[in-house]
């Protein structure tokens, strides 16, 4: 069974950093596509960042670009999220999630999410 465990959330001031990693297991991780969602309260899940099999491959929501970056190590079978000059809009859940390739911004493509992880930024 697929499983995937964020972690690294927390409370952080506006224009710091956060790096959420999510640990998978349960199949040959290199093989799939990983992505980086997120939930406000009172909003929809939005895409964030995603990745495809090799690092090579990278998706960004507009709303990040340039401040985010998404990476994967693939002998750790784990994803990170690097969160730089964090706003208070970023506050949310973030949810890792997998799926087959390529790597995709829409939450179908994606069959397996994990729990999430809260971010909070004050400003």
């Known amino acids: 069974q697929v499983q995937l465990v964020e972690s690294g959330g927390g409370l952080v001031q506006a224009g710091g950093s956060l790096r959420l990693s999510c640990a998978a297991s349960?199949?040959?991780?290199?093989?799939?596509?990983m992505a980086w969602f997120r939930q406000a309260p009172g909003k929809e899940r939005e895409f964030v960042a995603a990745i495809g099999r090799s690092t090579s491959l990278t998706y960004y929501a507009d709303s990040v670009k340039g401040r985010f970056t998404i990476s994967r190590d693939n002998a750790k079978n784990t994803v990170y999220l690097q969160m730089n000059s964090l706003k208070p809009e970023d506050t949310a859940v973030y949810y890792c999630?997998?799926?087959?390739?390529?790597?995709?911004?829409?939450?179908?493509?994606?069959?397996?999410w994990g729990q999430g992880t809260q971010v909070t930024v004050s400003s």
């Open positions: 349960g199949r040959t991780f290199s093989l799939y596509a």
């Open positions: 999630a997998t799926g087959p390739p390529p790597p995709s911004g829409l939450e179908h493509s994606y069959n397996y």
